[in-house]
């Protein structure tokens, strides 16, 4: 009769810890659920804070030369796409002899990588937008800031064109394009001479129309690219602006 009760005993003790440990996952599983979603959203806005602190110290490394005269003295490359030579070393690894970026290097981003690529910057105060332009539009670039197109192209003459991330943090990168206006002014500062565009249209195209980036010989623009939306398929954004006399 013991031997029966102790078995009873154990059975009803297994099935009481049995109880606990379903009332606790009933808990623990979804907590555990949330927090890791909460992580995993947060990731694009960490990755931000990051490469937006990164372009705050590049920026006022660029300041910094420029004040000190080393991009007025010559100390850029000779290049349509050239860079500060005093961080070139930087990026070196990441570009072929003939200047080819290689699009599936992941770059160790650093403020003197930065300052490598930079090939202006891009001020529109309508916005509050001021950022670098980098060198070439590869993907791990393009996380960082807009890019340079075509970056065989200088501002100044022909179609500049500038891509940049529609990001959904408002904003970053081109998140307020479709804020300007006609007349309103976008300005590119390549550290020796400075470029007012004053925009002329903005309209969307589907991402197969290519001829947005045409260059031009008789005038002298700014084409500023992004994503869009607001439509699905997702399309693409563009500012056009003529340079101002």
């Known amino acids: 009769m013991n031997m029966e009760n102790e078995a009873q005993e154990v059975k009803t003790k297994k099935k009481s810890v ?4 379903r009332g606790a996952l009933k808990y623990i599983v979804p907590m555990m659920i949330i ?3 909460a992580c995993v959203m947060m990731m694009p806005w960490t990755d931000a804070h990051r490469y937006d602190k990164l ?12 004040a000190t005269g080393e991009l007025a003295t010559g100390a850029r490359r000779d290049s349509p796409g050239g860079r500060w030579d005093a961080a070139a ?34 001020v529109i105060d309508k916005i509050s937008l001021r ?11 393009l996380d960082i800031a807009p890019c340079s197109a075509v970056p ?21 990168h081109f998140s307020r394009l479709k804020e300007l206006a006609p007349g309103d002014l976008v300005s ?6 400075r470029f007012d565009y004053a925009v002329t249209d903005l ?8 001829w947005v980036m045409a260059d031009s010989d008789d005038l002298s623009l700014i084409t500023l690219i992004t994503c869009d939306y607001d439509f699905f398929p997702y399309r693409r954004f563009i500012v056009t602006a003529a340079l101002v006399d």
């Open 152 to 172: 065989s192209r200088s501002p100044g003459t022909g179609n500049f064109v500038v891509a940049g991330h529609f990001s959904r943090i408002r904003g970053r």
């Open 203 to 210: 309209f969307s195209v589907g991402p197969d129309e290519t």
């Open 188 to 193: 590119v500062d390549t550290g020796i001479q």
């Open 89 to 122: 070393a930087a990026v070196g690894d990441y570009i072929t002899p003939d200047g080819v970026w290689h699009e599936d290097t992941d770059p160790d981003f650093s403020v003197s990588y930065l300052l490598g690529a930079m090939q202006a910057v891009l």
């Open 18 to 21: 049995g109880r606990i440990v």
């Open 35 to 37: 927090v890791v979603g």
């Open 131 to 141: 950022s670098p332009i980098l060198a070439s539009p590869t993907k791990h670039n």
């Open 55 to 66: 372009q705050s110290q590049a920026l006022d490394a660029w300041e910094k030369a420029i």
